[in-house]
Nanobody, 121 residues
Framework: QVQVVESGGGSVQAGGSLRLSCTAS????????IGWYRQAPGNQREVVAR???????NYADSVKGRFTISRDNSRNTVTLQMNNLKPEDTAIYYC???????????????WGQGTQVTVSA
C-alpha cells in the first residue's frame, strides 16, 4: 500500500508561485498514478493534475498552462509547480495514489492532512 505526505503550501499574492511536494512510501510506487487534488471551502474535492509511472500527465482545464506536475521515481516524489497563482486557487491541496487513471475522487479510501494554499488578490 502506498502512503503519501504533502508539503510546500503557504500564502502568496496573486501572480506568485509555489511548489508543492508529495513524498510517497510503500511498495510498487512506480506502478501507481499519483495525483494532486484540492478542496476549497464549500466546494467538493477536485482533480488538479495527475501523472502516471511513465510520466504521462493531465491537468484540470483551470490550471493548464500555469501548473506543472512532475515525478522522480528514484526519490518517490511528485512535485506540483504552481505559477501565476490566482485567488480561486485557494484551497487545501492533497496528494494521493491510485491504481489507474480511471479512479475518481470518491474512489479513494483515505486522504492525508493536505497542505494549505492561500492566494491573496
Amino acid at each position: 500500500q502506498v502512503q503519501v505526505v504533502e508539503s510546500g503550501g503557504g500564502s502568496v499574492q496573486a501572480g506568485g508561485s509555489l511548489r508543492l511536494s508529495c513524498t510517497a512510501s510503500g511498495s510498487n510506487f512506480r506502478l501507481n498514478v499519483i495525483g494532486w487534488y484540492r478542496q476549497a471551502p464549500g466546494n467538493q474535492r477536485e482533480v488538479v493534475a495527475r501523472i502516471s509511472r511513465s510520466g504521462t500527465t493531465n491537468y484540470a482545464d483551470s490550471v493548464k498552462g500555469r501548473f506543472t506536475i512532475s515525478r522522480d521515481n528514484s526519490r518517490n516524489t511528485v512535485t506540483l509547480q504552481m505559477n501565476n497563482l490566482k485567488p480561486e486557487d485557494t484551497a487545501i491541496y492533497y496528494c494521493n495514489a491510485a491504481p489507474s487513471v480511471d479512479w475518481r475522487v470518491q474512489d479513494f479510501r483515505s486522504w492525508g492532512q493536505g497542505t494549505q494554499v492561500t492566494v491573496s488578490a
